[in-house]
């Protein structure tokens, strides 16, 4: 089965601040457009300019956009494991479908186009 999962942008603002009012818009419209997922702070490089609390903020504006409508994917990329396995403990109470620090693999870069990893 084929899905289209897409690379959700992180909007900031022109002062450089985490817009999560024009996220939930973006996600708004990729669901009426009929997307199967998000891949949400995970394929842009965005992380690095997220503090912690901004990540969680934008992993509960997507969660609760999109709820069970879509499949949701977080990354949870950082610096070095410890904080990898901290963002993974948080984000875990989350609905994401996966967590990832790795968006290549998780998107199967070695299967055709569209493809999920089973």
Request: hydrophobic letters at 40%; a neutral charge; charged letters at 25%.
């Amino acid at each position: 089965m084929k899905q289209i999962i897409s690379a959700a942008v992180t909007p900031f603002t022109e002062d450089g601040k985490l817009d999560v009012d024009s996220a939930a818009r973006l996600y708004e419209h990729g669901l009426r457009q009929k997307l199967d997922g998000f891949f949400v702070m995970g394929s842009m490089g965005e992380w690095a300019l997220l503090s912690p609390d901004e990540r969680d903020l934008l992993a509960k504006t997507a969660c609760g956009v999109i709820g069970k409508k879509a499949k949701i994917l977080l990354g949870i990329s950082d610096t070095g494991m410890p904080s990898i396995l901290h963002n993974m403990e948080k984000m875990a109470a989350s609905r994401a479908l996966a967590l990832d620090r790795d968006p290549a693999r998780q998107l199967g870069r070695s299967r055709g186009p569209g493809e999920i990893p089973a």
